[in-house]
């Protein structure tokens, strides 16, 4: 039986609020529910869910995302140096919609307090009796969304120094997961993804970026995060081409970035989107060296639509040809949530999902 993770049957982490949960933002945010109400409130909801996950069979318990609105924008407006602002960052999704927030480095990045969500994470280790799995958006997000254009006049005249400055600070922040008990943690570092669009390149090269140093760049500041990782760490990566309401950015395979995705950072797995033709064909796993895992993304969290066994499995015979079966574990593309808002499904075809791809993971690996 598999004991570390990823498991063979796993999930992204984010799912749906419920609605006693939205009920206490809500009143939270105009002033009728105090933060410690709201604390109760988000305790007593995440405490159902680790038990629901518990349930179905999950061996990798996340919290859901429950204390945050939005997947990324929490974790990195409490580091050093960052803000959280109004304004339009240009990385609209498919149908115009997009977040109505940015981040600005208003000073030189860092880490000198133990982040908020270390205590979130302890919560969650507190109440589950499986494996804890604490998810943090990846150091090149702190780039990729905003690039030059949303840091303060002067303050970083040197890039390099950006990047070594957010790679250190995440350096400190796994060491403060760490010695919390933390020992699954995974990075959604979703801008690997997004270099496989001709688009976005596009988009990166106008603005000043060289998108083809940027997959290098970004995987420098991870291996910067990553540099005193201990061995019982379990760090894995998750890539998507943008969750929002059920919408998406980009588009295209993985061939661009494969070969420095899977080599050039010390990672132990990843979660990779594949539920659709947007994201290409398994060539890309070729690249996948011996030790390493690839949770395959073929159960959409876009749609409540229950995907077919058979079509599933079908999928991952594919994705055997080009590397290991032993290496290969199953989930879904993406968070079902990926902010407060969710995605356009109810929370039964959500559950109903996770339940058949514990069923499968079972039918296909033994060690499941």
Not at 99 to 116: A, F
Not at 327 to 348: D, I, M, R, V, Y
Request: charged share 30%; proline share 5%; with cysteine.
């Amino acid at each position: 039986m598999t004991t570390k993770p990823p498991f063979r049957a796993d999930m992204v982490g984010s799912l749906l609020r419920t609605a006693a949960l939205k009920d206490a933002r809500e009143k939270h945010a105009a002033g009728a529910l105090s933060a410690a109400g709201l604390k109760e409130i988000e305790d007593r909801e995440i405490i159902a869910l680790i038990k629901k996950q518990e349930a179905i069979g999950l061996k990798g318990i996340t919290d859901g995302e429950f204390r945050r609105a939005y997947w990324h924008l929490d974790f990195l407006s409490q580091l050093d140096g960052v803000d959280l602002v109004g304004g339009d960052s240009g990385m609209n999704f498919k149908g115009g919609v997009g977040v109505p927030y940015v981040l600005r480095i208003t000073d030189k990045v860092g880490y000198s307090t133990e982040h908020p969500m270390v205590e979130h994470f302890r919560f969650l280790k507190e109440n589950t009796t499986r494996t804890p799995k604490m998810t943090i958006p990846g150091p090149s997000m702190l780039h990729y969304r905003g690039g030059r254009k949303m840091m303060n006049m002067g303050l970083y005249p040197d890039m390099g120094e950006f990047y070594s400055d957010v790679g250190a600070a995440y350096a400190k922040a796994v060491g403060d997961f760490y010695k919390a008990g933390c020992r699954y943690l995974q990075l959604d570092d979703i801008s690997f993804a997004y270099l496989c669009d001709p688009e976005q390149r596009k988009m990166l090269a106008e603005r000043g970026d060289d998108p083809a140093k940027q997959p290098d760049i970004y995987a420098g500041m991870v291996r910067k995060a990553l540099e005193n990782k201990p061995a019982d760490l379990t760090i894995t990566m998750h890539l998507c081409r943008g969750n929002f309401r059920s919408t998406f950015i980009a588009s295209g395979g993985y061939e661009p970035v494969a070969e420095v995705l899977f080599n050039a950072m010390p990672v132990d797995g990843y979660f990779m989107e594949w539920d659709s033709d947007r994201a290409g064909g398994f060539e890309p796993l070729r690249f996948l060296p011996k030790g390493k895992k690839v949770v395959l993304g073929l159960v959409t969290s876009k749609t409540g639509v229950l995907e077919n066994k058979d079509d599933i499995r079908r999928r991952i015979d594919e994705a055997s040809k080009y590397v290991s079966l032993d290496q290969l574990c199953l989930s879904p593309q993406c968070g079902f949530a990926s902010t407060q808002e969710g995605n356009t499904l109810a929370e039964e075809e959500q559950w109903k999902k996770l339940e058949m791809i514990v069923e499968l993971a079972a039918e296909v690996w033994k060690d499941a």
